[in-house]
């Protein structure tokens, strides 16, 4: 499985951006996005499910928004009201569930996002 991450870049506070992830397969169970920030491990800022379930990290919550297109096997993250604490690598992470009951994991390559002040 392949990812490709891309929509980062720098933007002044209170800015937005969207990020895209283009999955080579489709059908994942989750799809989501994390990011890591220097010095600080990587957290999740938010997920969907193959239901269409979502959930965020309380400090992005009311701005961000995730969402998915199956048919472009694609996951978006439309962040809002950007603050300088959003800077970070962000990454895409896919799991799914093989037909043997196992959960297997990928990552996409890291876009990174700068707010400035």
């Known amino acids: 499985v392949q990812l490709q991450a891309c929509g980062g870049g720098l933007v002044q506070a209170g800015g937005s951006l969207r990020l895209s992830c283009v999955t080579s397969?489709?059908?994942?169970?989750?799809m989501g996005w994390y990011r890591q920030a220097p010095g600080k491990q990587r957290a999740l800022v938010a997920g969907?499910?193959?239901?269409?379930?979502?959930n965020y990290a309380d400090s992005v919550k009311g701005r961000f928004t995730i969402s998915r297109d199956n048919a472009k096997n694609t996951v978006y993250l439309q962040m809002n009201s950007l603050k300088p604490e959003d800077t970070a690598v962000y990454f895409c992470?896919?799991?799914?569930?093989?037909?043997?009951?196992?959960?297997?994991?990928?990552w996409g390559q890291g876009t990174l996002v700068t707010v400035s002040s």
């Open positions: 992470n896919v799991r799914k569930r093989t037909l043997a009951g196992e959960l297997r994991e990928y």
């Open positions: 397969e489709s059908i994942f169970n989750f």
């Open positions: 969907i499910t193959s239901g269409g379930s979502t």
